[in-house]
């Protein structure tokens, strides 16, 4: 259930996320009309439109929004552009993308998880194509991609990844081995050359780099 109260709480949220740096306002607007409470288990709902990071459980977590909206942002999401996400977790990442018109392929490796989302979605009026597997791996069947999401801390870039991107098309990924990850937007120029950015510090939950996990 949606009500007025959810629905002021975030546009509070929406603001809050502005006065920090967002400025793609059809970011902000997606936002705005997402009922992150939903994605949420119950005992959290209170605290569904405080901009923090909460457990879903299988150790994962429902991103802070800021740091969806800022991963959105560098992803520069365009009308029919064809996005791999790896690490559905709860699928509000994905619901994001979706209301910016992308089409939105999604990979996760908790069962637990991808059984729960995928049910979930579809009732919230979303339609990603959700997979349960390894996203180290990609989707090569679906390659390639204009655009690829990794929303878990990555030790390494995926070379099997990098391969499904087009030419001309970014990764957003935060890397790094310790507790905290250095964003970075990394653009496909030619099949093995490459070019990157940086874009500060974050947190993320590890991406698991074995077998999907039941």
């Known amino acids: 259930m949606d009500t007025y109260r ?3 709480l975030r546009k509070q949220l929406v603001d809050e996320i502005r006065q920090k740096g967002i400025k793609d306002e059809s970011i ?4 705005d009309k997402i009922p992150r409470h939903l994605f949420m288990d119950s005992s959290f709902l209170e605290f569904a439109y405080e901009d923090k990071p909460f457990p879903i459980g299988s150790g994962q977590t429902i991103s802070q929004p800021y740091t969806v909206a800022f991963q959105t942002e560098l992803l520069e999401v365009r009308e029919g552009d064809k996005i791999l996400e790896i690490g559905t977790g709860s ?3 994905a619901c994001v993308l979706i209301e910016l018109g992308a089409k ?5 490796r908790q069962k637990k998880l991808y059984t729960r989302t995928k049910e979930l979605l579809p009732n919230l009026g979303y339609n990603p194509k959700l997979f349960y597997g390894d ?4 989707l090569p069947t679906f390659a390639p ?3 690829i999401i990794i929303t878990a801390g990555a030790p390494i870039v995926p070379d099997k990844l990098l391969g499904q991107l087009k030419i ?6 935060p890397l790094g081995k310790g507790s905290s990850q250095i964003m970075k937007r990394i653009f496909k120029v030619a099949e093995n050359k490459f070019t990157e950015t940086e874009h500060g510090l974050f947190r ?3 991406l698991l780099n074995h077998k999907a996990n039941d």
């Not at 902000?28 to 936002?31: E, F, P, Q, R, S």
């Open 28 to 31: 902000l607007m997606a936002i």
């Open 168 to 173: 001309g098309g970014s990764m957003i990924i």
């Open 145 to 147: 991609f204009d655009k």
């Open 104 to 108: 939105v392929y999604s990979i996760e």
């Open 91 to 93: 699928g509000y990442q």
């Open 6 to 8: 959810h629905k002021g």
């Open 204 to 206: 993320f939950v590890p």
């Open 135 to 138: 996203g180290n791996l990609g």
